[in-house]
């Protein structure tokens, strides 16, 4: 992911009656690469989503896009952007082939290029046998699909897609997924709002976080795990005995010292960000012992997410 901001969100409020909405959404999307953006259920995802693709008005806050202010209503940056909504509602008795033809003619897609391009995103998305089979026919994971190659309709730059996976089996999510990092590696940007969030850590190079209509936290995930609190070391020593123990305890840095299963084996988390492996090696070989393995335990992103918004 590079340093080049493509859509750029400063403090977007939007309030409906009642006082629930959006208070404050930051969100700094870079080109190339798959985005998350994760919140639990009425935190403000699908309200910002909605602001982005001018289907709702916010109240206050601007947009950037490509360098430029953006609002909804200006067309020519609105045509970069591809939206899949959560629910998919496409007329039943129209074929994949229809509707593709039809949403292309509202993005505008010139006449001349209309099927054959339709015809090439179905074909991406594994649906071209089934082209001329009514959308009512589908199954999830097929009308996912479908949503997926509506959204590409244009050539857009970037796709924003809402839970695109939600309720699929096991079979359809993987496909998917392995289409969207086909999708990146063509070097489109992709903004995931999705609730699995091990789908997340394994597809986004970078995160948004929003908590009762706010941003929380944004950036690169492995730079997010280092910034929001201890760091834990899995380490294996030659012995483990008290004094090795008591030993790495008092080391400054050290936030605790714990046995763990396997031989051998202690976990040691630091407070902070500081490198204490060399210290570690030096403390075993002073103690008569032997540091054989020292590897870094990365907190999951569920585990980081509870963090962030609790």
Same mark, same amino acid.
């Given at each position: 992911m590079n340093n080049n901001i493509i859509l750029q969100l400063d403090s977007i409020k939007k309030v409906y009656r009642g006082g629930y909405?959006?208070?404050?959404? $930051?969100? $700094?999307?870079h080109s190339g690469g798959i985005h998350g953006f994760l919140g639990q259920n009425g935190a403000g995802k699908t309200t910002t989503m909605k602001c982005i693709m001018g289907l709702i008005s916010y109240d206050s806050g601007s947009m950037r896009?490509?360098?430029?202010?953006?609002?909804p209503g200006n067309w020519k940056l609105k045509a970069r952007i591809g939206f899949m909504p959560e629910i998919l509602a496409f007329p039943p008795y129209l074929t994949a082939l229809e509707v593709m033809l039809t949403y292309g003619r509202i993005r505008g897609v010139e006449k001349s290029a209309l099927k054959s391009q339709a015809e090439v995103l179905l074909e991406k998305v594994g649906l071209i046998e089934v082209k001329n089979r009514k959308v009512g026919t589908f199954s999830k994971g097929m009308t996912s699909r479908l949503g997926i190659a509506f959204s590409m309709n244009g050539n857009p730059d970037i796709l924003i897609l809402d839970e695109p996976t939600s309720g699929l089996d096991p079979v359809s999510k993987t496909a998917i997924l392995k289409l969207f990092k086909e999708i990146e590696n063509e070097g489109k940007t992709i903004v995931l709002s999705s609730?699995?969030?091990?789908?997340v850590e394994n597809l986004c190079g970078s995160v948004t976080v929003i908590n009762r209509g706010l941003t929380v936290a944004e950036g690169p995930t492995e730079m997010l795990r280092k910034k929001e609190g201890a760091t834990s070391y899995r380490v294996e020593f030659s012995k483990v005995d008290t004094r090795l123990l008591s030993s790495l305890r008092s080391l400054e840095g050290v936030a605790s010292v714990n046995e763990i299963e396997g031989k051998n084996m202690v976990r040691v988390v630091v407070a902070g960000e500081k490198d204490i492996r060399e210290m570690l090696a030096k403390e075993a070989v002073a103690l008569g012992n032997a540091m054989l393995s020292c590897e870094e335990?990365?907190?999951?992103?569920e585990e980081l997410f509870f963090q962030l918004i609790n």
């Open positions: 909405g959006i208070f404050g959404i $930051n969100m $700094n999307i896009m490509f360098g430029e202010e953006y609002k609730h699995q969030l091990q789908d335990e990365k907190k999951t992103l």
